[in-house]
């Protein structure tokens, strides 16, 4: 029978290209905000986060960009190599601490 | 340094049957999370423990799921009896200390109940 679950949204890049993956969140309240990436059969792992406070933060080769208006966080990847490919959550981390509370996925592929 | 072990890596068992899920955190962390993974989506938590405190536990279901962290190193969580519905991956991650936003996340068990 038919599978039930979800269809990740897929995003199919060229090695080299810069990839943008997007997420909305809901909770205006939330201190900080995360992005996460997750390799077949491994757990997630952290790559960059930003506070509210902030609309955009760099690290190496990864730019997230917040836009609290609408309520939209993105993860631009330069330069995306193979190693790239995964599925990347985002989280939110609300005020009263400690919880994440992690988006649906987004699964990024890098083509040669 | 090594990660945040989990073992085993992959159970399957039969409906009504207990299972066990082991995980050694990251030496020095003192906060331990177990999620749950279902296909396709984020991991979603199920308890937090502060060093050998379970400091929220709102979102297991404890009438079949329970866990402990005696003297707040390593972590056991169980299912007794397991349904069909619990088939998932089930994460261990450690951090720090509470508020740290960079959690560290185990490979996973991922448990299939026929």
């Known amino acids: 029978g038919e599978s039930v679950g979800l269809h990740l949204p897929t995003l199919s890049v060229q090695e080299g290209d810069n990839s943008i993956i997007n997420c909305a969140y809901s909770n205006s309240a939330s201190d900080y905000f995360i992005w996460y990436k997750q390799e077949s059969g491994k757990g997630p792992q952290f790559i960059i986060d930003?506070?509210?406070?902030?609309d955009k933060r760099q690290g190496q080769r990864v730019t997230v960009l917040l836009n609290k208006t609408v309520k939209h966080l993105s993860l631009q990847i330069a330069a995306t190599q193979p190693g790239d490919s995964a599925v990347y959550f985002c989280a939110e981390m609300p005020n009263s601490g400690y919880a994440l509370n992690f988006g649906k996925g987004t699964s990024l592929l890098v083509t040669p | 340094e090594a990660g945040v072990v989990q073992s085993p890596r992959y159970k399957i068992i039969e409906k009504k049957q207990p299972v066990a899920f082991w995980c050694n955190p990251i030496?020095?962390?003192?906060?331990l999370y177990w999620y749950l993974q279902n296909l396709g989506q984020g991991p979603e938590l199920l308890i937090r423990y502060e060093n050998e405190e379970a400091v929220d536990d709102s979102q297991l279901p404890k009438d079949r799921f329970s866990a402990e962290r005696l003297k707040g190193v390593d972590s056991t969580l169980k299912i007794q009896p397991a349904e069909l519905g619990d088939s998932a991956v089930y994460l261990c991650?450690?951090?720090?200390?509470?508020?740290?936003?960079?959690?560290?996340f185990g490979p996973g068990t991922r448990l299939t109940v026929l």
């Open positions: 991650a450690s951090s720090l200390q509470g508020t740290s936003r960079e959690q560290f």
């Open positions: 930003i506070r509210s406070n902030m």
């Open positions: 030496s020095g962390h003192n906060t």
